[in-house]
């Protein structure tokens, strides 16, 4: 995080937040995990469960789900992971240069070209519903601020 912030102010770089809807939710569930029925609905059968097609939220696998359904979905867009922060992902051209950095469901996008980090933006919305946070002001404890 520190590294992107002084390259993104050293290189004047353009650093956008976004949010992504339900995270967990989002995950594949390629698992088989049960689930006893929640209270409210009547059960016809005693002891029946409920067989999960979907991520929850508590779930163990949720996080790992989550974060492979997203790797997957930009690797697939051309960009690629780093091998030292599986959570930060780069995409180059000739012309544009983008960081994206992940915690969780809270995504950085750095880049050289507004264009660039508004169609990643849209991409993402239209597989994962995000929340676009605008530029960066607050991330993991840290207040940024730029200065003219």
């Not at 508590?58 to 091998?83: C, E, P």
């Amino acid at each position: 995080m520190r590294i992107i912030l002084a390259l993104t102010t050293t290189k004047d770089r353009h650093l956008h937040q976004l949010d992504i809807d339900n995270d967990f939710l989002n995950g594949d569930l390629n698992d088989e995990v049960y689930m006893t029925p929640p209270p409210g609905p009547s059960i016809p059968k005693q002891r029946q469960v409920c067989r999960l097609t979907k991520s929850l939220y508590g779930l163990k696998q949720a996080s790992i789900h989550w974060f492979a359904k997203l790797s997957s979905f930009l690797l697939n867009l051309g960009f690629i992971q780093s091998i030292s922060d599986y959570s930060l992902f780069t995409h180059k051209t000739a012309s544009t240069f983008i960081t994206l950095l992940v915690y969780v469901d809270d995504v950085i996008l750095a880049g050289n070209s507004m264009d660039i980090i508004n169609k990643t933006k849209t991409l993402l919305h239209q597989t994962f519903r995000i929340k676009d946070l605008g530029k960066l002001k607050y991330f993991l404890g840290f207040v940024v601020a730029k200065k003219n």
